[in-house]
């Protein structure tokens, strides 16, 4: 019996093993081919010189972050106070009702951030890996002289990065978690947290905030994200977000109030990464000052999250929560005098329904 059962044991590692390896090497296969197509396809565009020749976009993308447990977006509890000090700065815009099409990871960026290639429309309502009917914004960066830097919190290797190799393969990219290696697989490690991670290395990563040069920052978070610990495994936070005496678990989650720890889990992951957020904008404002450089710092989330049902973002059981994403944009001094038509029309857009689609229309916008 024993002999039997460490075979049995044996030959199901092996097979999880072999099954992961496949997953990695699958996964790499789609990355290299896509890089393949997407810069021979590049090789056909002509571009007019940049005019922007001194605009910085920072694009800082949120993980797993609904806007419903936001205090900016009307959540009863003050999840978000830097935020919400910010309502009334002429210079900050906050969408009221922006919508991820996808609830993972790697489909919403692949999908938010890139270009449809097909010219029948309804040929774009989903992307395509086989196909690759899409181009990435980077891709169109990049030929156009604008510098591309990443800074992931996410995990380097399989399913984790998918979306960072396809439309986020820049030419400078740092991450914070495992290096790829010859073991593929699917799987990720994230030890540093985001607050930690982004203050040193994006803030103190100087040539960013040079003049005359174009740049565009993408700062990949982790904090949100759900682990097999709750929601704190991703923050620095040892205390739980406090909710008024009044609250309880039944009068508050109603049938899921065995869910009560979890939610408030993810709301004090929720204040973590608005404090994340003042931190990387602080610095940000602070070294373009010195620079005078045009800074233009948007701010979206991949997709949401259902903490309160247990759900986390499978779209098997959809939730709204899991769909309505917070999304803002926030122009320093410089770039809101400099582009201050390009402000007031994107700030004529907040009250309507959108798609993250609307990111890289955006883009191209603000870089003419």
Request: one cysteine or more; aromatic letters at 14%; proline letters at 2%.
């Amino acid at each position: 019996l024993f002999y039997t059962a460490a075979i049995l044991v044996l030959l199901n590692a092996s097979f999880l093993i072999y099954k992961n390896y496949n997953i990695g090497s699958e996964l790499k296969k789609i990355s290299n081919n896509s890089k393949k197509e997407f810069n021979k396809k590049i090789k056909n565009f002509k571009f007019v010189k940049n005019l922007k020749d001194d605009l910085l976009i920072v694009n800082y993308i949120g993980e797993s972050t609904s806007a419903l447990n936001f205090s900016l977006y009307g959540y009863p509890f003050e999840t978000t106070p830097w935020l919400d000090s910010q309502k009334d700065n002429k210079k900050f815009i906050y969408f009221k009702n922006v919508f991820a099409r996808y609830t993972h990871t790697a489909p919403s960026l692949i999908d938010t951030l890139s270009i449809c290639q097909e010219t029948d429309t309804n040929s774009c309502s989903n992307i395509n890996l086989k196909d690759l009917n899409f181009l990435p914004l980077v891709n169109v960066f990049e030929k156009n002289s604008i510098e591309t830097h990443l800074f992931s919190n996410q995990g380097n290797l399989g399913g984790h990065n998918l979306a960072n190799k396809i439309v986020l393969d820049v030419n400078n990219k740092i991450f914070s978690g495992t290096k790829e290696n010859k073991l593929l697989g699917n799987r990720t490690k994230s030890n540093i947290k985001d607050k930690f991670f982004f203050k040193n290395s994006y803030c103190l990563d100087k040539k960013i905030f040079k003049k005359n040069s174009s740049d565009v920052v993408f700062l990949h978070s982790y904090a949100g994200h759900g682990s097999y610990g709750g929601y704190l495994g991703h923050t620095d936070k040892k205390k739980l977000f406090s909710y008024p005496q009044y609250l309880t678990p039944k009068n508050f989650l109603g049938q899921d109030e065995k869910n009560f720890r979890l939610m408030q889990e993810y709301d004090t992951a929720i204040k973590y990464i608005d404090e994340t957020l003042e931190e990387v904008i602080s610095c940000s404002l602070q070294e373009t000052k010195k620079t005078k450089k045009p800074l233009i710092f948007i701010y979206f989330s991949d997709h949401g999250e259902a903490p309160s049902s247990l759900r986390g973002h499978d779209s098997s059981r959809l939730t709204y929560e899991m769909l309505h994403v917070p999304f803002f944009i926030y122009f320093n001094e410089t770039a809101h005098k400099k582009y201050k038509e390009k402000f007031d029309f994107l700030n004529s857009l907040k009250e309507k329904n959108l798609s993250l689609k609307v990111v890289s229309d955006i883009f191209i916008y603000l870089f003419d």
